[in-house]
């Protein structure tokens, strides 16, 4: 087979990258609209998987009649939890489950929630939940207080005060309307009711997040946090809930330094709040790089341009449940060969939380039902986790290769053309002699260093990640 050799470019680009301390960056699977029930019967399957988080559907009121994926992100009532995928019953259940005695062993919660607006119901009504949930709360009241967070269900929550102005939003560059106007979908529809900020949708929101994390969780998702504006998020997010929870907001961009959205919306969400965020610029670097036509070179370190957020700020992906489930993302959607390769690189280098996508909507011919428990995917988390707290150094980059080590402990290598790469590596200080490096991706490939050079040979379309036995 064909073989690309080091350049002396790429030797001179290993000798002056440095090895930079890791942060803990534990991997979230996201159980995207699993009922709760279905999480708690995998606990355990979950922990020997090695997760150490579960982002859940929202835990909330919608409409409990339609089990389609975004009814869970119109609410209706945020006092109570009742919907197609569990209650709070269920909800309590699951976060029992996913603890442990043992520390090593639990599973934080991440609660997705909806905090931009209510549901679009009603013929656009602007009370909630409305004189007819209430009569039904006021019906069942014994199973309407077990579903109870807070608050005093014989009274409505938000009453037309409560919203913004009923205006759709028709310029998505314009970050007024973005974060002030409704969200709709065209043909006269009239939208999802707009919250405003004011003390006592702050009061209520603070009242809903404090029940969760006195219920348990340990972490929260924000839906569209690109729609509010920054001080409404940091009104809300306040230092006692803050305290000991993991919260990171979606703001949905096409790029990093000097793409609009990112300018507009993800650069100012970053420096006013002390969140986390769906590493998008990283992203879309990585699409860039798995084109035919791109470089593998960008992955070098895109941080350094702007082009992935810091490490300690990031949740990357390689997919999230937007991209396939609504149509003005799905060219997002990469080769599913790309998509493997780029899970071995946010999976073997140092720097954000991992998310794992595992549908329940059976999207695209069940393509990621049980991508949680792919072989592959187990094995990526085992050498995520084993290399928990080691440094990273880029070794070698091509425009159809990749190779870095995680301290002496493991290397990865990520070959996205049709043939084999080898990079021949000066070992001196970096890693084991006389030791067997095993491929936990294959679980056959192995080497041993035995001077001070070594040739590492990639195979086509395939990655290695290799740890030291």
Same mark, same amino acid.
């Given at each position: 087979?064909?073989?690309?050799?080091? $350049?002396?470019?790429?030797?001179?680009?290993? %000798?002056?990258?440095?090895?930079?301390?890791?942060?803990?960056?534990?991997?979230?699977?996201?159980?995207?609209?699993?009922?709760?029930?279905? !999480?708690?019967?995998?606990?355990?399957?979950?922990?020997?998987?090695?997760?150490?988080?579960?982002?859940?559907?929202?835990?909330?009121?919608?409409?409990?009649?339609?089990?389609?994926?975004?009814? +869970?992100?119109?609410?209706?009532?945020? +006092?109570?939890?009742?919907?197609?995928? #569990?209650?709070?019953?269920?909800?309590?259940?699951?976060?029992?489950?996913?603890?442990?005695?043992?520390?090593?062993?639990?599973?934080?919660?991440?609660?997705?929630?909806?905090?931009?607006?209510?549901?679009?119901?009603?013929?656009?009504? @602007?009370?909630?939940?409305?004189?007819?949930?209430?009569?039904?709360?006021?019906?069942?009241?014994?199973?309407?207080?077990?579903?109870?967070?807070?608050?005093?269900?014989?009274?409505?929550?938000?009453?037309?005060?409560? &919203?913004?102005?009923?205006?759709?939003?028709?310029?998505?560059?314009?970050?007024?309307?973005?974060?002030?106007?409704?969200?709709?979908?065209?043909?006269?529809?009239?939208?999802?009711?707009?919250?405003?900020?004011?003390?006592?949708?702050?009061?209520?929101?603070?009242?809903?997040?404090?029940?969760?994390?006195?219920? #348990?969780?340990? =972490?929260?998702?924000?839906?569209?946090?690109?729609?509010?504006? %920054?001080?409404?998020?940091?009104?809300?997010?306040?230092?006692?809930?803050?305290?000991?929870?993991?919260?990171?907001?979606?703001?949905?961009?096409?790029?990093?330094? #000097?793409?609009?959205?990112?300018?507009?919306?993800?650069?100012?969400?970053?420096?006013? @709040?002390?969140?986390?965020?769906?590493?998008?610029?990283?992203?879309? $670097?990585?699409?860039?790089? &798995?084109?035919?036509?791109?470089?593998?070179?960008?992955?070098?370190?895109?941080?350094?341009?702007?082009?992935?957020?810091? =490490?300690?700020?990031?949740?990357?992906?390689? %997919?999230?449940?937007?991209?396939?489930?609504?149509?003005?993302?799905?060219?997002? %959607?990469?080769?599913?060969?790309?998509?493997?390769?780029?899970?071995? &690189?946010?999976?073997?280098?140092?720097?954000?939380?991992?998310? !794992?996508?595992?549908?329940?909507?059976?999207?695209?011919?069940?393509?990621?039902?049980?991508?949680? +428990?792919? @072989? &592959?995917?187990?094995?990526?988390?085992?050498?995520?986790?084993?290399?928990?707290?080691?440094?990273?150094? !880029?070794?070698?980059?091509?425009?159809?290769?990749?190779?870095?080590?995680?301290?002496?402990?493991?290397?990865?290598?990520?070959?996205?053309?049709?043939?084999?790469?080898?990079?021949?590596?000066?070992?001196?200080? +970096?890693?084991?002699?006389?030791?067997?490096?095993?491929?936990?991706?294959?679980?056959?490939?192995?080497? $041993?260093?035995? #001077?001070?050079?070594?040739?590492? $040979?990639?195979?086509?379309?395939?990655?290695?990640?290799?740890?030291?036995?």
């Amino acid at each position: 087979m064909r073989a690309f050799i080091l $350049s002396w470019r790429s030797m001179l680009l290993a %000798i002056i990258l440095c090895i930079t301390p890791q942060a803990l960056a534990d991997v979230i699977l996201h159980a995207f609209d699993w009922h709760y029930n279905e !999480v708690a019967n995998r606990a355990e399957e979950i922990k020997n998987l090695g997760y150490k988080a579960v982002l859940v559907a929202p835990p909330l009121k919608s409409n409990a009649g339609n089990c389609a994926w975004w009814q +869970r992100y119109q609410p209706q009532d945020i +006092r109570v939890i009742d919907h197609c995928k #569990g209650n709070k019953q269920s909800f309590q259940a699951m976060i029992n489950a996913l603890n442990d005695s043992n520390p090593a062993r639990r599973v934080a919660v991440y609660a997705d929630i909806v905090l931009n607006h209510m549901a679009n119901e009603r013929n656009g009504a @602007t009370d909630f939940p409305g004189q007819a949930a209430l009569n039904t709360y006021a019906s069942n009241s014994t199973y309407w207080n077990n579903q109870r967070l807070f608050g005093n269900l014989t009274q409505g929550l938000f009453s037309p005060w409560d &919203f913004n102005p009923a205006n759709c939003i028709q310029n998505y560059n314009d970050v007024w309307q973005v974060q002030n106007w409704r969200l709709c979908g065209g043909d006269g529809d009239l939208g999802l009711p707009d919250l405003n900020p004011n003390s006592w949708v702050l009061q209520q929101q603070r009242a809903y997040l404090q029940a969760l994390k006195n219920m #348990g969780v340990k =972490g929260f998702r924000v839906d569209a946090a690109k729609h509010m504006t %920054i001080w409404h998020i940091n009104q809300i997010f306040s230092t006692d809930i803050k305290n000991g929870m993991y919260v990171f907001g979606e703001i949905i961009t096409s790029g990093g330094a #000097g793409n609009n959205e990112y300018s507009s919306f993800l650069a100012p969400y970053l420096q006013y @709040t002390d969140h986390k965020a769906y590493d998008f610029p990283l992203f879309e $670097s990585l699409r860039r790089a &798995f084109n035919p036509s791109g470089s593998m070179n960008e992955l070098v370190n895109p941080l350094a341009y702007g082009q992935a957020l810091a =490490g300690n700020r990031a949740v990357t992906f390689t %997919i999230t449940h937007d991209i396939p489930t609504n149509d003005g993302f799905r060219y997002l %959607i990469m080769n599913p060969t790309d998509e493997y390769l780029a899970y071995a &690189f946010v999976m073997g280098r140092d720097g954000g939380k991992p998310l !794992v996508f595992s549908d329940s909507t059976g999207t695209d011919n069940n393509r990621w039902v049980n991508a949680y +428990r792919a @072989t &592959f995917m187990q094995r990526m988390i085992n050498f995520h986790n084993r290399m928990q707290g080691q440094g990273m150094e !880029v070794l070698a980059s091509s425009n159809c290769a990749i190779l870095f080590r995680r301290g002496q402990e493991g290397v990865v290598g990520i070959n996205k053309c049709g043939s084999q790469v080898t990079f021949n590596i000066n070992t001196n200080g +970096r890693f084991y002699w006389y030791r067997t490096y095993r491929d936990v991706l294959s679980g056959g490939a192995t080497f $041993s260093i035995g #001077g001070s050079s070594h040739g590492f $040979s990639i195979p086509a379309r395939q990655a290695r990640m290799w740890y030291a036995d």
